[in-house]
Nanobody, 119 residues
Framework: VQLQASGGGLVQPGGSLRLSCAAS????????MGWYRQAPGKQRELVAR???????TYADSVKGRFTISRDNGKNTVYMEMNSLKPEDTAVYHC??????????????WGQGTKVTVSS
């Protein structure tokens, strides 16, 4: 499974960005898609995740500001980020828990996309 993320960039505090991540490959099913982030000097942390049924989980720090959604037909996950704060600055990594044809479930990671919140 290949995960292609896009949408990062530089934004002022209070601004918005939309991240997208499209999965491709010999996919049988994708159970979970989501985003983790890693800021300089910090551990990678879960930002948000969404199951194929639409159940969502958010980090407390982004609740009410970020919204994750998913297009199962396109194997794509989106994350709308509003009211961005400097502490949201990090490299955001797309994630999928998926099954490929002829194999079991496994974790897959995309390349990071950098989000910088600064005036």
């Amino acid at each position: 499974v290949q995960l292609q993320a896009s949408g990062g960039g530089l934004v002022q505090p209070g601004g918005s960005l939309r991240l997208s991540c499209a999965a491709s490959g010999n996919i049988f099913s994708i159970y979970v898609m989501g985003w983790y982030r890693q800021a300089p000097g910090k551990q990678r942390e879960l930002v948000a995740r969404i199951t194929s049924g639409g159940s969502t989980t958010y980090a407390d720090s982004v609740k009410g500001r970020f919204t994750i959604s998913r297009d199962n037909g396109k194997n794509t996950v989106y994350m709308e980020m509003n009211s961005l704060k400097p502490e949201d600055t990090a490299v955001y990594h797309c994630y999928a828990y998926a099954r490929v044809m002829g194999a079991g479930m496994d974790d897959y990671w995309g390349q990071g996309t950098k989000v910088t919140v600064s005036s």
